[in-house]
Each structure stands twice: as C-alpha cells, then as structure tokens.
C-alpha cells in the first residue's frame, strides 16, 4: 500500500484516513504537547542561578525560539517552542508596582515559568505563579531533580537539547 492510500475495510482507496489514523494522528499530536524542549545551557543557567538563591525561592519567566530558527537541525517541526531564555523577575517592577502591569516580560513571551522550591515539595503547589508550562527544581540543583508540568499540575517529558539558539542581535 502506497503511502498516499489508506484501508477501508478490505478495499484501499487513495486519501481516505481511518478512524485507527485519525487516532494515532491524535496520539502523536497529544505526545508533542505532553513535551517541553529546553536547551542544555538554559538548564545549566537555571540550576546554577537556584543553587546561588538558596534557601529563596525563585519564580522566572521563560521564553522560547521556535526549532526552526536555530542553525543546527532539532529533528523537530520548525513551530515546535523550544525553551532558550529568561527575563529577569526585577525588570520592569517600579512600573507593574504603580500601575499594574507586566512591563519586564515582552509581549508575547513568557508562556513559561521557572520556579524553585528549596524545602520541597517536588510538586506544584497552590501558592505557585503558574503558566501553560513550568520547569520546578528542588535541591540537590541537578538535571534529575529538575521536571516540567502543566498548569494542572500533571508531569511533562522534559527534552534537553544540546543545541545553541540562534545569536540575537541589537539594531
């Protein structure tokens, strides 16, 4: 059977997708979003800047390139997010004290959250600031103690890539 043919019963007729398709296709898409790509060197920042913070905790917004701006192919899809910066947390805080809003984080970013829990729980917890995704580490600050979750709390597969961004320049 050619690849642009699917079966119907017994019969094969071409462009036609079973219901065993269309559930694998929605299998494979749920398996995407159940996924957080992360870079190594964000992953390293991140768990340094914890160790250096304890016993506080810290609350960071993250940010993502897409895969296909980076120069080395990911293996992924060119939309699919891949976690490659942070915003520090002071920035833009005189002006959110006064008036109320988020002038630290550019528009657009920032769908994404680093927190840490320096005396547990290696859960998210209700006092927790919460995006569609958040990276938690507790100590000791190392890769295996590091996880992703979604808003409601349920665990995502963290993907480390051992890639560059892309360099970002100032006009």
Known sequence: MSDDTTAVGNETTP????ESDRATDRAVDESERQRVHVTRGLVDVLLDMAEE???ASMNLVLAPTPAGEFDDDL???PETPVLTHFYMAEAGQSV???FGMDLGTPAGRGRAR???HPQGPFELTE???LAAVVLLAVPPWEGRTLAAFDRAGRKLKLVV???EPPREELD
């Open 53 to 55: 913070a304890e016993p």
């Open 96 to 98: 959110s004290a006064v």
């Open 161 to 163: 890539l051992d890639a």
């Open 127 to 129: 006092r927790d600031d």
């Open 15 to 18: 462009g036609t997708e079973t």
């Open 75 to 77: 293996g992924l899809d």
């Open 114 to 116: 680093f927190l840490t």
